[in-house]
């Protein structure tokens, strides 16, 4: 494969050549991981920077319901939108919720919309540097927003939220006045959240939610990287089509201050640099997952079993043999 034909076909907007990178940066086969990576760094010319949005919400809240609504609003405005997923529960089941076809219907026919499922891989790490490169990829094809989608469950929207550039956390109406039960390190992580399903006989509840959160939100430690009244929380109908124009305004007036005040491009560096040492961790994490390396470090072991051998040297030893391999 020519990989500067196929960035020039990406940076055209070519959906085909996009989907066909996608699965190329996420195959494990080492002469393909050669080719994404020069693929990557043809498109870093381009220059171009979406806006990444993180989204998430435990499963049934209206992630998919919203995203179509939200995606078509955008798409609406002449606006090019991708949709990824970072998909913890493809570790487990193989599959992906996202690769249901009956989500997004609608979106999915838009020509001016772009959906991939999340990448069945084993672990949420690997999923995320994947997705992190797809991401480059929908940027570099010029879609303006990138929406990163993520079940709730922890530890996949601290990982959701090194990939964007403000996160939106979404929620059900609750009855009661218990807080969900949202960990607090999660609401830390929301720029704005949503209280999805405010209409018919859910909106009153959907209201008091609300200001239980925004109650809950202004306890917080203020953050550099927010303006006046930020973090906020908000209602919003998915299938009724309310607020979602108004999420956007407070979307887009987060993002400019970020920019206007280098906090976007300092995010973004320091998580260049997380990645980046992601990246080599990983990489000498595979080093040891060789027949070779497991031999040597089942050799080693036995002598540090038997006391012939300290762990510290033991150690030493093996590391300089990966040095040397
Ligand atoms: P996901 O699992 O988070 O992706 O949630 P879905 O988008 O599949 O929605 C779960 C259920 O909630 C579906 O039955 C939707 O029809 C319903 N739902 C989603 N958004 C709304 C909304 O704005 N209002 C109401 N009343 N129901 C909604």
Redesign the pocket.
């Known amino acids: 494969m020519d990989i500067a034909e196929l960035g020039e076909r990406i940076m055209q907007g070519e959906r085909r050549a996009l989907a066909r990178a996608i699965t190329l940066v996420e195959s494990i086969r080492a002469d393909h991981r050669e080719q994404a990576s020069e693929l990557l760094s043809y498109l870093a010319q381009s220059g171009r920077q979406s806006l990444r949005i993180g989204l998430s919400?435990t499963?049934?809240?209206?992630?998919?319901?919203?995203i179509e609504s939200f995606g078509m609003m955008l798409t609406g405005q002449g606006l090019r939108v991708a949709v990824l997923a970072v998909d913890p529960s493809s570790a487990r089941s193989g599959g992906s919720i996202l690769g249901d076809k009956t989500?997004m219907e609608r979106l999915s026919r838009d020509p001016n919309a772009f959906i991939r499922p999340s990448p069945s891989q084993s672990q949420l790490g690997g999923v995320a540097r994947r997705t992190r490169e797809a991401i480059a990829l929908c940027e570099a094809a010029g879609n303006d927003v990138v929406l990163i989608e993520t079940v709730g469950v922890g530890q996949s929207e601290t990982v959701v939220s090194e990939l964007s550039d403000l996160f939106l956390l979404l929620l059900a109406p609750a009855g009661g006045d218990e807080l969900q039960g949202v960990k607090r390190g999660i609401m830390e992580m929301a720029d704005i959240i949503l209280i999805?399903?405010a209409?018919?006989d859910?909106k009153a509840t959907a209201t008091r939610t609300c200001a239980d959160y925004a109650g809950a939100l202004r306890l917080l430690r203020k953050r550099p990287q927010d303006p006046e009244g930020f973090p906020k929380a908000m209602t919003v109908?998915?299938?009724?089509e309310h607020g979602l124009d108004q999420a956007w305004a407070e979307i887009q007036s987060l993002s400019q201050w970020r920019r206007d005040s280098g906090f976007w491009k300092t995010n973004r560096a320091a998580q260049a640099r997380y990645w980046f040492d992601q990246e080599v961790r990983h990489a000498l994490l595979a080093r040891l997952d060789t027949p070779e390396a497991r031999r040597e470090m089942d050799e080693l072991s036995t002598e540090v079993g038997q006391g012939t051998l300290s762990p510290t040297t033991a150690a030493r030893h093996m590391l300089a043999k990966l040095a040397a391999s």
Do not use: H, Q, W
Not at 59 to 66: D, H, L, Q, W
Not at 237 to 240: K, L, M, P, Q
């Open positions: 919400g499963p049934g809240v209206g992630k998919s319901t919203f989500r999805n399903k209409d018919g859910l109908s998915a299938i009724g």
